[in-house]
């Protein structure tokens, strides 16, 4: 399935937050072909110069363009009929010369015919609001487009919006049915009790009047909206279109498409911290901000779709997110500081959730490394944790960055005498590719970390030359399919120098690719067509590769250990996405495996799977992987209402009866108090609001703690590391 991702890189392998601005009012842009021409000439020539790939525009790039521009123009198979598409199929090994001859005859006929067509389902829309619709009947909708075909008549496709109006309309009332639950089981607070007295509860006539406006009304500026799109628009998706055959990170940015975002390394934000991408019709969470507003709320998690957003400011009757673009939707999402949004989402599991989340800016202390001391009843040790989540660096003057934080963590729980370290990297997106190479060096003495290539196929490689060594004793590194980037080269380097044990789910992300912002205004010739100019594209400039001569592209790194991983069930790694770079390998490098220390591997896996068979804990996260998956493939909704009740009914049961909450008393945390604070120093006037906040964090933190299988799991492991490295020299393991 297409994925329209709106985050992009603009520094070597950090992954950015990229927050729209919201659309302005505009003049519909008309076609200029001294314009266009120019444009595709700059964008060929940068692609086929600049893009690791190397690869030529020509008729074969462009019948596959051609398949991705009908995605991006129709991506559910709501408008065009087949005979649309077999009309415009005459264009399908012409894009590549309509590119640089200006002269976009496919963006003529796709946006005649389609502002046709949707014309023709506005006065559906008009005759099918004029009656309620029937939620007692037995039918149902198939959600996912690649399952469908494109419809073959005008009666075809108008009953397909019929059930397309009633599953949003259903839907609707269910989301206001739950809002209206959940403010009833709040009323015990003072503060929604003041509020109850000023709204009225409604009836289920009035929520099911109220769903059927909402949706009418919806439709009505979606509609209209549609019938706005401008050459520039469909220029954007005829560019993207052939971009994309590069690889899902190359991609063209528009004068309006450049100004509207505002990237930002340091990932200052005011909203909740989420970044987000249009799935078809959808607005779906990539990733979870460190230090944000919903990665503190805890709610709201990767893959869930937000289909409404309500606040008592600019929302306060609630706005229906669904068809509509990602630029808009984050207008209404983000808002003030200090002030609540609710997020109405659904989830991977079908079931709705309300969650209430306090907007904030992302408070950058919370996102920095930090570390505990850890030990379990039944084991006599002492373990060292430290979680990065993210590969940070402030590029100012004397400015903050994560080695430096990760060293002092190290050195501070080695006065504690720990018995062995865990790095845990789970989550960690990426971040500056300085920091991989610096941080892989506080725990070998020298040595090469990675190797980089660019579209040249010329090959640099990244060292690390100092020779000390801030930790030296038994170490495991944790990862999951959210370790990206710098993340796996940090734990492709422990592996490959066989310094570490490498324990998480199957296999980390995959993101081994570098990109470029290429700035299309700096041709002289482009100052003619006034300041916006040309825009700029995104290219994908060098790939990474491990000191083995393994790339992290695409297969990302494979644990040492692996246990079942809780987020299996997601379609969002590197290799999901369409055209993504494949993986190979370079001549490997010289390098010294670490001699300090060496690990019975098949004895760890083998301890380390007989526990989890036992686990309670990794029981119910097995189950909730089978039934996840079963979810994730059933695309059909259904149209019945106690149907889908009954679903809902059931969706929640099993959430419940999976969820894992119970903590491990047996697990104590220490020393982590100052380490927690971010290693700020409160001021004195501060401290009374400090110690309430910090009071909450504290508790946050120990459950966090506590109800990780994985890292219960890693300590067990450790354990193992740690005895059988004894029994060796004693001559003693089984």
């Given amino acids: ?37 120019l444009l595709g000439t700059l964008i060929k020539n940068a692609l086929e110069n600049y893009h690791y790939k190397h690869l030529v525009i020509n008729d074969d790039v462009s019948k596959k363009a ?30 590549d010369d309509q590119l640089v001859n200006g002269q976009h005859k496919l963006i003529q006929e796709t946006q005649k015919i389609l502002d046709k067509r949707v014309k023709q389902v506005d006065s559906w829309r008009a005759e099918y609001f004029k009656k309620s619709f029937n939620f007692k009947t037995k039918e149902e909708l198939q959600l996912d487009p690649d399952k469908r075909k494109w419809n073959t008549s005008e009666k075809e496709m108008k009953e397909h919006w019929r059930k397309q109006f009633k599953n949003f309309t259903l839907s609707r009332y269910l989301a206001i049915r739950d809002e209206q639950k959940d403010d009833e089981d709040n009323k015990d607070k003072k503060k929604e009790k003041k509020k109850k007295k000023k709204e009225k509860k409604l009836t289920d006539s009035e929520m099911r009047k109220k769903a059927h406006e909402k949706v009418d009304k919806k439709y009505k500026k979606i509609l209209k909206r549609l019938l706005e799109r401008d050459h520039i628009d469909y220029s954007e998706s005829f560019i993207n279109a052939l971009a994309n055959i590069y690889d899902p ?44 507003a919903a990665w503190r709320q805890k709610g709201l998690e990767v893959d869930d779709i937000i289909t409404l957003v309500k606040d008592d400011f600019k929302a306060k009757e609630g706005v229906d997110l669904v068809g509509m673009g990602v630029d808009e ?13 609710k997020l109405t989402v659904k989830k991977s599991d079908g079931s709705r959730k309300v969650i209430p989340i306090l907007r904030d800016v992302i408070k950058i202390g919370a996102s920095y490394a930090k570390s505990s001391v850890l030990t379990h009843k039944k084991l006599g040790l002492k373990i060292g944790y430290i979680t990065v989540p993210k590969f940070y660096r402030d590029f100012g003057n004397g400015g903050r960055n994560c080695t430096d934080d990760v060293r002092r963590e190290l050195v501070e729980l080695k006065k504690q005498n720990i018995d062995a370290m865990i790095l845990d990297l789970r989550n960690n997106g990426g971040g500056a590719l300085e920091d991989a190479r610096q941080m892989s060096g506080l725990f070998i003495k020298t040595g090469p970390i990675v190797q ?19 930790y030296d004793g038994p170490l495991v590194v944790m990862t999951n399919r959210y370790s990206a980037s710098a993340s796996e ?14 324990v998480g789910g199957e296999y980390s992300h995959g993101k081994g690719t570098v990109q470029a912002v290429l700035d299309l205004n700096r041709n002289p010739i482009a100052s003619i067509f006034g300041e916006a100019g040309m825009g700029a594209l995104k290219v994908t400039i060098q790939k990474f590769y491990r000191v083995t001569g393994a790339s992290t592209q695409y297969k990302g790194v494979t644990p040492d250990i692996i246990l079942p991983d809780p987020m299996g069930y997601t379609k969002n790694r590197e290799k999901d996405l369409d055209y993504s770079l494949k993986w190979d390998k370079v001549k490997p490098l010289n390098f010294t495996p670490w001699k300090k220390g060496s690990w019975d591997m098949a004895l760890l896996k083998k301890r380390s799977s007989k526990r989890v068979k036992s686990s309670k804990k990794y029981g119910k996260i097995q189950k909730s992987l089978d039934y996840l998956i079963s979810k994730r493939e059933d695309t059909v909704a259904s149209l019945n209402l106690d149907t889908v009740l009954k679903e809902d009914e059931e969706n929640v049961k099993m959430t419940k009866q999976l969820k894992i909450e119970d903590e491990n008393k047996q697990i104590l945390v220490s ?64």
Avoid at 329 to 341: E, F, S
Avoid at 489 to 502: F, P
């Fill in 329 to 341: 939707a984050v207008r209404y999402i983000r808002g003030k500081k200090d002030t609540v949004v």
């Fill in 452 to 470: 980089i290539k660019d579209h040249r196929q010329k090959i640099d490689v990244l060292r690390d030359d100092d020779s000390s060594v801030t």
């Fill in 249 to 292: 990170h190359t991609l063209y940015m528009p004068p309006k498409r450049k100004e509207d975002f505002d990237i930002d390394i340091s990932g200052s934000l005011e909203g909740i911290g989420a970044v987000l991408q249009e799935d078809g019709d959808y607005i779906k969470v990539v990733r979870i901000v460190p230090g944000g």
């Fill in 1 to 37: 399935m297409r994925k329209f991702l709106v985050t992009f890189l603009m520094f070597i392998i950090s992954i950015n937050i990229a927050v729209a601005k919201g659309p302005s009012k505009k003049k519909k842009a008309v076609a200029d072909p001294r314009k266009d021409k």
């Fill in 489 to 502: 080269i940090l734990a492709g380097a422990m592996q490959d120098y066989r310094r570490a044990v490498i």
């Fill in 671 to 734: 020393n982590f108090e100052k380490s927690l604070r971010g290693n700020i120093d409160i001021k004195k006037e501060d401290e009374d609001h400090w110690k309430e906040d910090f009071k909450k964090s504290k508790e946050e933190w120990v459950k966090q703690l506590r109800t990780d299988a994985g890292l219960e799991e890693a300590l067990f492991i450790i354990d193992d590391m740690v005895k059988i490295n004894k029994g060796k020299k004693l001559g003693m393991v089984k």
């Fill in 66 to 95: 051609f398949e991705e521009y009908l995605k991006r123009v129709d991506y559910g198979k709501q408008f065009l009929l087949k005979k649309d598409i077999d009309g415009l199929r005459k264009f399908n090994s012409k894009m």
